[in-house]
């Protein structure tokens, strides 16, 4: 590694970002040519001892960027973060989605009586449901399905194993029933 | 900074009212002075310096330190004493004697401390530009996998359709996992109960409705001959009136068209 | 270079900030010793190859920077400067906070005997100290503590290799008014 070689790595390094050819060529005294070699000679060396840093060359930029092979636990060690749980109306959208699949985003919105635009695309960058397809009928709407990520997620192994959902919890809660039509079901209730 | 102690007997107030022995070097002395644990008359001064001249003989040596401070708080001890031995009225003053005493104390071992700290400061500015060639980075931009990572009860799916249903305030419609074993499927078809039918009718002319249904073994089967015998009756195949006795009965009129009875598969 | 000595180069670079060795431990799955043990490889290996990247253990962390051989060129490539020596005051009061951290600003106003307000306040935007919660005592003061930033910067590896002195246990006062301390530490340096 000769002296040329380090002060790049040094530079490209510290700077993170894409480094111009001639801006290194400047401050380090010498041709652009020699940039390119040397950054050359760097990135070939890298590639070959498979190291967890490379450069790249973008055009007549150089970047140091860590190795995509190293991407995994490149990210699971800079989340800082967890990424968040599902919101409930994530997770109402979903529902819709596994009982009711194929279904379209118009139909779940009828279901849900809610626009649900930002949950699809939410559901979609989860890998939870996937588009499988598109309806026929004017318009050529988009049919979403659930992904297998979904049935891991949910302890699933088939969608047959779907909890059943019970009458009472499609119909409408009990305290919510319309008056006339609670008492009808009980009998000596005449109103 | 090795610092003498002292003994002694029963001058520090404890909670029976009983008097204890004290052990310990003198700003202790000075600090539970100023706490009211110990009482100004209960301190022999020359019990300290007694044991103090003891303490030089066993060193064996000055400790010019140890000497001033002990000078100081003796000599403020003694002071305080003698205030108090002359009047009660002059307590308040010995008090504020004894505050300012602590206080001077408390001085010393800050200025001592801010001494030390002097150490650790020309070590760190001898350092001081070691690193400051070291340039860090920024942080490179995450690659985003937003791939879920959390595990859930299939039961929470009940209960987020349990929250719309509750929300919309109306019927949703079943899903089509609700209609199986019912309508989904046709485990008996509808086809081969209708030729049943057919060949029972055809032998005995009349029947039943109700003996239709005898020997059905399932829902599924019930369901089948229930659907043969409204779609036999939609092809004009068989007749189906009520008797006087209130008792329908089922009647044969002639062969279904093949083809159509197909469809119904 | 064996795959940790990757992986690790790869969380370093892409780090950027010191990265905690327990949780490189826990992503690459293996024991915190295997890790010092293949950061110092790395780090070793960098020195003796003079590259322009280092390695550096500060504390129970590894950061990577820039060869300091390269400061030069690399602050006139980012069009940077090497961050200023420290002044007398502010170098009294880190040294106060590295040796009795975590301490209020009370505390080593009490221990230094002048208003420290200002050298706080910039030492905190050097990201020599850093806040770490409050004292339980009422006004519930907030605690410092110095930082990575700090190691690095004096070229430690650890606090343990501050010179040893005696530390005194001092009757913390009820929270001073600094009036009759307010002789600021920086003639001039008006609130």
Redesign the interface.
Same mark, same amino acid.
Do not use: T, W
């Given at each position: 590694m000769n002296e040329l070689e380090r002060a790049i790595e040094a530079i490209l390094f510290a700077a993170g970002d894409p480094v111009d050819t001639a801006r290194m060529a400047t401050v380090l005294d010498c041709d652009p040519d020699e940039i390119h070699k040397a950054a050359q000679v760097l990135s070939d060396q890298m590639a070959f001892d498979r190291r967890g840093i490379r450069i790249v060359r973008l055009g007549e930029q150089y970047q140091m960027c860590s190795s995509s092979e190293m991407a995994d636990v490149v990210t699971k060690t800079l989340e800082t973060r967890k990424p968040p749980k599902l919101s409930s109306s994530l997770l109402e959208t979903l529902t819709v989605v596994a009982y009711y699949q194929p279904v379209t985003k118009t139909y779940l919105e009828q279901i849900r009586g809610v626009d649900s635009g930002y949950s699809v695309s939410s559901l979609l960058n989860r890998h939870l449901i996937e588009e499988c397809g598109r309806l026929n009928v004017p318009g050529r709407p988009i049919l979403y399905r659930t992904t297998p990520d979904f049935l891991r997620t949910f302890g699933l192994h088939s969608l047959d194993e779907l909890p059943e959902i019970e009458r009472m919890s499609l119909e409408t809660p009990p305290e919510q029933v319309p008056e006339q039509l609670a008492v009808d079901d009980l009998p000596g209730a005449a109103p | 900074?090795e610092e003498p102690k002292y003994h002694l007997t029963a001058v520090v107030k404890s909670r029976a009212e009983n008097l204890e022995d004290f052990d310990g070097p003198l700003d202790i002395i000075l600090q539970l002075l100023s706490k009211n644990k110990i009482e100004i008359r209960d301190i022999q001064i020359s019990l300290i310096v007694e044991q103090y001249l003891a303490y030089l003989e066993a060193r064996k040596r000055m400790d010019l330190d140890i000497a001033s401070e002990f000078v100081t708080m003796a000599s403020h001890l003694i002071y305080i004493k003698s205030k108090m031995l002359l009047s009660a009225a002059d307590q308040q003053e010995a008090l504020s004697e004894m505050e300012l005493l602590m206080k001077s104390l408390?001085e010393r071992?800050?200025k001592? #401390? =801010?001494e030390?700290?002097q150490? &650790?400061?020309t070590?760190?500015?001898a350092?001081?530009?070691? &690193? =400051? &060639?070291?340039?860090?980075?920024?942080?490179?931009p %995450?690659?985003k996998?937003?791939?879920?990572?959390?595990?859930?009860?299939?039961?929470? %799916? =009940?209960?987020?359709? #349990?929250?719309?249903? #509750?929300? $919309?305030?109306?019927?949703?419609?079943?899903?089509? $996992?609700?209609f199986e074993g019912i309508v989904g499927k046709e485990p008996f078809p509808v086809t081969k109960k209708a030729a049943q039918l057919l060949k029972s009718l055809v032998s005995r002319g009349v029947q039943k409705f109700r003996e239709m249904f005898r020997g059905n073994r399932s829902r599924s089967e019930l369901v089948a001959t229930f659907l043969a015998v409204l779609e036999l009756c939609k092809l004009k195949s068989v007749f189906v009136e009520q008797a006087e006795s209130g008792e329908q009965t089922v009647t044969f009129l002639k062969m279904p068209d093949e083809t159509k009875m197909e469809e119904q598969t």
């Open positions: - | 900074m408390e071992k800050c001592h #401390a =801010l030390q700290i150490i &650790g400061k070590y760190l500015a350092r001081n530009e070691i &690193g =400051l &060639g070291l340039f860090p980075k920024q942080p490179e %995450l690659r996998d937003e791939r879920y990572r959390y595990q859930h009860d299939a039961r929470d %799916l =009940l209960k987020a359709f #349990a929250m719309i249903a #509750a929300r $919309s305030e109306k019927l949703l419609p079943p899903p089509v $996992s609700s």
